[in-house]
């Protein structure tokens, strides 16, 4: 592949090889494809032939959206699906069988957390917690029956940042795969492969998106673990056959298609759209994300920020070492009480108030009312969460309108 840039790659997806002729964008809203001959639909469902015939298995948008993420994160290849949570999911579930265990760390998004607990130990599968900044309680939570560990590169919405360097580095000394979920960071704060992640999983909705138009998730294998040939992964025996591609396969074919996790035509290319300005928007949530950290952190009536691009996080370092200058796009404060967080939320002009992030507009959401409010304290705590905090996914808008309203709405509460 030659050496194109991300940006080129965000713009243009695949470029050797690109097909040169048709439309440059276009929607492929059809169920099933029609091919000539009997033999045609015959050879590509026995992978003879690359083509398309149902879109819960494959479609044309489906392609180019998982060529453009898998360019971005310098994988061998991609599955696009229905959302971020059929990603971790399907991501998953290719790994995991019965009796196995896994390491996780704590800091997770809530939906990650209550697959985890709720339905993967229905199915026999321990999720062992962990703090994930913690290197040495990842170590000892290691035992014979690990199967992966799974981390968040800038968990949601603790903001916290793993060293991901060392908790790859246990990962190899244990033989099993470190699996990333990407989401906050996106490609452009942290190259994944280069720190050690063997799967990474996004939820597209977010970032890549970028207009909150769109579900999506996708799964990219970076090629850097062999699930091939291996005793603790005796279940991938079948998929040999695939070569290199065994993970993908494994996933695509025995996961993916088998519960109907398609992504549709329509959000793939919204998606692919989306990824056309993700590092020029990258860079304006990151400057301004930084800018409102700086103010809110001096601001009498807030009690706590957490953002990592702050000198004082505890996780600047490791942030400055993995992502550079950009740190992200999200932070959480806190103020006096869950009454004045409500009272803030109320006072809002342009600040939207949803339960998203990633999107080019600030969202603000109290999320132990919101994302959280299934669980219960404890958990909430463990899961960095807690009435007094409000979580803000800073948008592109001018930094200095940003700073103005939250500087007026901390006057009137
Ligand atoms: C870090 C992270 N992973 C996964 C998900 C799930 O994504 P989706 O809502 O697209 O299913 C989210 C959603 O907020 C998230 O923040």
């Known amino acids: ?196 992640a063997d799967i990474i999983v996004h939820s597209a909705s977010k970032y890549i998106n970028g207009s909150g138009n769109a579900v999506g998730g996708v799964i990219i294998d970076t090629g850097s673990f062999e699930f091939r040939n291996n005793e603790k992964f005796d279940d991938f025996e079948k998929f040999k056959k695939y070569g290199a591609l065994a993970y993908l396969a494994k996933t695509r074919r025995q996961v993916h298609t088998n519960l109907g996790t398609c992504l549709s035509a329509q959000n793939a290319f919204l998606l692919s759209l989306g990824l056309e300005t993700l590092s020029l928007r990258m860079k304006q949530h990151c400057d301004n994300a930084k800018a409102l950290a700086g103010f809110l952190e001096n601001h009498k009536k807030v009690k706590k920020v957490s953002y990592s691009g702050l000198k004082t996080s505890e996780y600047h370092e490791t942030a400055k070492s993995q992502f550079y200058d950009n740190f992200g796009g999200l932070l959480t404060f806190e103020l006096e009480s869950k009454e004045k967080a409500f009272k803030f939320i109320d006072n809002r002009t342009f600040l939207r108030n949803l339960p998203n992030l990633g999107d080019a507009k600030s969202l603000i959401v109290h999320p132990a009312s919101t994302i959280y409010i299934d669980f219960d304290n404890d958990t909430k705590e463990m899961l960095g969460v807690n009435d007094r905090m409000i979580r803000v996914s800073v948008g592109i808008e001018d930094s200095e309108d940003i700073i103005r309203e939250f500087e007026k709405i901390l006057e009137k509460i």
């Open 1 to 196: 592949m030659a050496d194109y840039k991300p940006k080129t790659f965000e713009v243009h997806g695949k470029i050797e090889g690109r097909i040169k002729s048709g439309p440059t964008t276009g929607i492929y809203q059809s169920t099933a494809f029609e091919h000539e001959t009997a033999e045609d639909i015959e050879n590509i469902l026995s992978q003879r032939k690359f083509g398309y015939t149902y879109s819960r298995i494959n479609n044309p948008n489906l392609t180019a959206f998982e060529e453009k993420m898998n360019l971005l994160e310098k994988g061998i290849g991609a599955i696009s699906l229905s959302s971020g949570m059929a990603a971790v999911s399907a991501a998953l579930l290719s790994i995991l069988k019965t009796g196995d265990e896994f390491i996780s760390g704590k800091s997770l998004f809530s939906g990650t957390y209550s697959l985890f607990t709720d339905l993967f130990v229905r199915f026999g599968i321990k999720p062992v917690f962990v703090n994930s900044t913690d290197i040495k309680e990842i170590e000892n939570a290691v035992t014979k029956k690990t199967k992966l560990i799974f981390v968040e590169t800038i968990g949601n919405p603790r903001c916290d940042v793993p060293d991901l360097k060392k908790i790859s580095e246990i990962a190899k000394q244990a033989g099993i795969p470190l699996v990333l979920d990407n989401t906050l960071a996106t490609p452009y704060l942290f190259s994944a492969k280069d720190f050690g």
